[in-house]
Every structure is written in C-alpha cells, then in structure tokens.
C-alpha cells in the first residue's frame, strides 16, 4: 500500500494504520471512545507496539493530538511500520498511540468532543484553572456570532488593531496560549480532564512497560515555515529532558524560554506525562511541521469555532470549514510530505539510536 500521502479520512488513516501494524507484527490495542465520528464510524485510540515489555528503553511516538493534525501523525506512524520496524534498535520497544484525540481527527478539528484544545488540558485540576485575562476583551472577536463575509471582515480588522496595539508575539500568547473562561472560544482547556487526558493518566505506565528510559514524540502541524519540522521542548532550557534532547537531535526549541514557533502555554501533555510514570527518564519534544501562516491556521480556527458554537456542523455548507481547516493543517502535496517525512525519519531514529545507546 502506498504510504506516501495523508488519508482522506480518520477512518481511512486508521485502516492504513492498522494494516501497516499488522504487517510489522506488532501487538495492537485498540481502546474505544465513547462518541462516534463523522461519518458515524467507531472512534478508537489504537496502540500498536513492538518489542519487549522488559526492554529498558522505550520510544512512543504519538499522533492525533490536535485531532486534525493526526493526517499527518498518521500517514508518518504508518510509514515508519512500513519502512522503519525492521531497523528497530535492540532493548528500545516502540510504540505507537495512534489517534490521541479520535474525535477530534473524524471531525476535522483541532480540538475534542468538549471544544477542549487536549494541550491546554493537562494543568493541575486541584488548583485553580490559569488565567487569561486578554482573551476576555477579544473574544467576541474571535468566534463572533454571525461569520458572514462582513462579520469576518470586520473582526479581522479588529483583531489585526489589536495586534497592532500589543504586538504580534503578545497576540499569539493571548489568543494560543490557553483559556479556560471561553467554552466556545478558541485555545480552550476546559473545565477538568477530558476522556483523552484520562485515558493516558489510566495507560501512561503501560505505554511505558519496564523501561527506564522513554522517549517521547509527538507529532505536530500548523505552526512554523512550509515543511519544515521544528522539535519543541516543553521544558526551560535548563531542563534535563531538554539538553538531553539536544543531544540527541541537535536544535531543539524551549517553548518557555521564548524561542520556539509555539508561543509558552500551560497544560501541554508532554509536560504532565512525568508525573503519570514517576521515576522513569524521559525526552519529550513536539515535533511541529509547518504548513502555511498564523493568519490563514487562525482563521481556520475561528471559522470551526464559530461552526460548533453557533453554526450547524453536520450541515452541507460546513464541508467547506472543514476543508479550510483540514488545509491549514494537511498539506496534500506530496513535495510536503516527502520533506516532512525525512525529518521525521531523522528525528525518529536518532531518538532509537540514541534509546539504545544509553
Ligand atoms: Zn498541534
């Protein structure tokens, strides 16, 4: 099967997936949502992992994090099966978490069944949600009510002014960098652990099996210059994980010290999955592919916020949104792709390489 393209459906990606697992020979999990997709088809995280439970070292690679973005994740997960399971390095167990938000990627949205950005979602719910006061005074802006031509036009405008005022990094942190005050709006964390952040408290540490040391990628789109891929570290760059990580891969970006493409935000998953496999070393980086600029993914975001809120997502015209979102997010031209992937390709085998030789 040709592995060299992204899927036109969840279902069709996980079909891809699911068959290249198999023809690896790995054991596969599948653990099923609650709700169905798009096309009422079953939605399911599946986990297809090679190796031993007793290897020290484990590579997880997962994809579907921001729904939409699992095109990608998928079509790369499904490509190393292909061409990479036999290169597996010994004592290193890979595996891969297919569909982190299932609902999310049927539905052609960045965000869950809840309006929940998953990534905004793994702060501390025994304290009191981050606040974002800023977004407050734009977000009548960002998902108004009506998205007519006119209304787009107008928000825009005012959107750009205020930008204008605070400056384009300050706007990017205001916006993307998490709110938990706005169900309907953009960036949204939500109001407590959603279905997928509970499924990876229950999984973590048998994702993790006995090894010691785990490596984590997690795959990303829409942020950064057409095709190329960025590795994003959640931590500072005094970080363990992150000077190990520049170890292994060379530039790795720190999302709190302000160099990254990503602005800083709070209740990213990779910075919480620590605490769910206590004691075990681990190197985590979102490894982010660029499609097209902030104001196009943007714009995308609104309209699909507006299409849940106000809209009707399961009418004829909501195809279109569906389709602006997934372009923001998929690039179908195979020259995207192909760059994307030898990144990827080298970014997932230094991480065994370097797995392996600890
Ligand atoms: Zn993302």
Do not use: C, K
């Not at 509970?198 to 210059?225: I, Q």
């Amino acid at each position: 099967m040709d592995d060299n393209g992204l899927a036109p459906t969840y279902q069709a990606a996980r079909d891809r997936f699911l068959a290249a697992a198999d023809d690896a020979g790995t054991t596969v999990s599948s653990f099923d949502h609650p709700l169905a997709g798009l096309d009422a088809e079953p939605l399911a995280v599946d986990v297809a992992e090679l190796g031993d439970t007793t290897d020290s070292a484990a590579l997880m690679m997962v994809s579907g994090t921001h729904g939409v973005e699992g095109f990608t994740g998928s079509a790369l997960q499904s490509h190393w099966l292909r061409a990479h399971a036999a290169d597996r390095p010994d004592g290193v167990r890979v595996v891969h978490v297919h569909a982190f938000n299932p609902y999310g990627f049927s539905w052609v949205r960045r965000v869950n069944e809840d309006n929940v950005d998953l990534n905004r979602n793994f702060v501390d719910w025994n304290a009191p949600a981050p606040v974002n006061e800023r977004y407050g005074g734009i977000a009548h802006l960002l998902v108004p009510e009506e998205w007519d031509a006119d209304t787009q036009q107008a928000t825009t405008v005012r959107l750009m002014e205020f930008a204008g005022e605070i400056g384009l990094d300050a706007m990017q942190e205001v916006v993307s960098g998490g709110q938990y005050a706005h169900p309907a709006g953009v960036f949204y964390g939500g109001t407590g652990a959603v279905w997928s952040h509970r499924w990876l408290e229950r999984n973590a540490a048998g994702l993790a099996g006995g090894a010691s040391r785990l490596g984590v990628l997690d795959l990303h789109t829409g942020l950064g210059p057409w095709g190329h891929g960025e590795l994003i570290s959640h931590e500072g760059r005094d970080g363990p994980g992150y000077r190990r990580g520049t170890e292994w891969w060379g530039d790795v970006r720190s999302m709190g010290d302000g160099e990254s493409v990503s602005a800083p935000l709070s209740g990213d998953w990779l910075g919480r999955i620590g605490d769910f496999v206590p004691g075990v070393e681990i190197t985590a980086a979102a490894l982010e592919f660029g499609t097209v600029d902030t104001i196009t993914v943007l714009q995308a975001l609104r309209a699909d916020a507006w299409l849940h809120a106000h809209g009707a997502p399961t009418a004829t015209g909501a195809a279109a949104i569906r389709a602006q979102v997934r372009a923001a997010f998929a690039d179908d031209d195979p020259a995207w792709f192909e760059a994307i992937r030898a990144r990827f390709d080298e970014v997932s085998s230094a991480a065994a390489r370097h797995l392996a030789a600890a």
